[in-house]
Nanobody, 123 residues
Framework: QVQLVESGGGLVQAGGSLRLSCAASGRTFSTNAMGWFRQAPGKERQFVAGISWRGGTIYGDSVKGRFTISRDNAKNTVYLQMNSLKPEDTAVYYC?????????????????WGQGTQVTVSS
């Protein structure tokens, strides 16, 4: 099975930046769409960003213009650069691999998930 491990979370002040990494293992990693999701206490898991194996990207409305997703297929790693962070961005961030190559927003369409990394943005 594909294994995903997130890293890079932490505590930052509003307006600051963080770069999350997702290290993946699995022979099909480079052909599958990858996504970042987040879940705040008491809220549903929310789509943050997705990327196809060819580099196409889509973003959730709440992070568009502030976050950038990228991937390095040779290194089996996906990144999420988060700039201009807001307290509303506070959540556990999860990396996920989709069933196929098309970028999708629904959590149920991703079959592999990391354990998550906490991002806390103070005001």
């Amino acid at each position: 099975q594909v294994q995903l491990v997130e890293s890079g979370g932490g505590l930052v002040q509003a307006g600051g930046s963080l770069r999350l990494s997702c290290a993946a293992s699995g022979r099909t990693f480079s052909t599958n769409a990858m996504g970042w999701f987040r879940q705040a206490p008491g809220k549903e898991r929310q789509f943050v960003a997705g990327i196809s194996w060819r580099g196409g990207t889509i973003y959730g409305d709440s992070v568009k213009g502030r976050f950038t997703i990228s991937r390095d297929n040779a290194k089996n790693t996906v990144y999420l650069q988060m700039n201009s962070l807001k307290p509303e961005d506070t959540a556990v961030y999860y990396c996920a691999a989709a069933y196929g190559s098309i970028i999708v927003k629904g959590p149920s369409l991703y079959n592999y998930w990391g354990q998550g990394t906490q991002v806390t943005v103070s005001s």
